[in-house]
């Protein structure tokens, strides 16, 4: 069975930092690409940031560019994503998800596995 689940969330003042970390078991992700997305309530889920199998390269939604950073360590099968310069618009579920092949993608519909999210709320 695969499993990913997300930890690190919770409450933070504007301008503050978290680091969400996803932990992959029930089957290697060494040969999958990993993303963050984020859904706020009445949104629809949004892309945040994605990375490569082998961590050589990432892409970011507009919303994180320059105050995010997604990195991975395949060795523990984890993938995390630094948020730094938070704001309140940031608030949202954040799911970490996986890919089937190396490659990342904006889309969320080239994901095929999700976690169940944590929740990352920034006061102002």
């Known amino acids: 069975q695969v499993r990913l689940v997300e930890s690190g969330g919770g409450l933070v003042q504007a301008g503050g930092s978290l680091r969400l970390s996803c932990a992959a078991s029930?089957?290697?992700?060494?040969?999958?690409?990993m993303g963050w997305f984020r859904q706020a309530p009445g949104k629809q889920r949004e892309f945040v940031a994605a990375?490569?199998?082998?961590?050589?390269?990432?892409i970011y939604g507009d919303s994180g560019k320059g105050r995010f950073n997604i990195s991975r360590d395949n060795t523990k099968n984890t993938t995390y994503l630094q948020m730094n310069s938070l704001k309140p618009e940031d608030t949202a579920v954040y799911y970490c998800?996986?890919?089937?092949?190396?490659?990342?993608?904006?889309?969320?519909?080239?994901?095929?596995?999700w976690g169940q999210g944590t929740q990352v709320t920034v006061s102002s």
């Open positions: 990375i490569t199998w082998s961590g050589l390269s990432t």
């Open positions: 029930g089957r290697t992700f060494s040969g999958s690409a």
């Open positions: 998800s996986a890919t089937h092949g190396p490659r990342y993608y904006r889309d969320m519909t080239e994901y095929v596995y």
